[in-house]
């Protein structure tokens, strides 16, 4: 049996492109997995989620805001 956990955080920047120039607000997300071996060193179950706080956020300016998946 094992887990993971990761934290991700990103500072706010200034997005700049042919398409849109506009600010992108600072955002964090936590990331989770929990896997079980079945068969030692032949099947593994994992599951896990991305954003598992489901807090919005927008990756560049113009996009839409992403959450948990």
């Known amino acids: 049996m094992g887990f993971a956990i990761q934290y991700k955080w990103q500072d706010s920047f200034m997005f700049e492109d042919d398409f849109a120039n506009g600010n992108i607000d600072a955002f964090s997300t ?13 099947l593994q179950l994992c599951i896990g989620g991305t954003n ?5 956020y927008k990756g560049a300016f113009g996009n839409p805001e992403t959450g948990q998946l």
């Not at 989770?32 to 068969?39: E, M, N, P, T």
């Not at 598992?52 to 919005?56: A, C, F, G, V």
Request: hydrophobic letters at 45%; charged letters at 20%.
């Open 52 to 56: 598992i706080l489901n807090r919005y």
């Open 30 to 42: 936590v990331v989770a997995q929990l896997s079980y071996k079945i068969i030692e060193n032949k």
